[in-house]
Structure formats: C-alpha cells, structure tokens
C-alpha cells in the first residue's frame, strides 16, 4: 500500500489581454482559495 497523499491544484488564468495588476489580483485570489500553483505561458504567441 503507498502512503497517501493531499491532492494539490494549479491554477492557468490566462494572460490575453490582462494587466499585471489584474494578474496579481487573480493570483492573490487563488492563493486565498488554496490553489498551490499557478502557471504562465513562457513564451509568447499570436493567433
């Protein structure tokens, strides 16, 4: 038997079009609600 572990989720809000105060505010937000992570996109794109 293994050893049991919390489930942990991540959060990608998505940066089109955001402000970085916006993406702040969203990042505190889930950061309140317990997220453990949260993702960006490294690179940029068009389309």
């Excluded at 990608?12 to 937000?29: C, D």
């Amino acid at each position: 038997m293994t050893a049991q572990r919390p489930i942990r989720l991540g959060f990608f809000p998505g940066v089109v079009k955001v402000s970085w105060r916006e993406l702040r505010a969203v990042w505190q937000f889930a950061d309140e609600l317990g997220y453990s992570t949260g993702w960006l996109p490294d690179h940029f794109y068009s389309g």
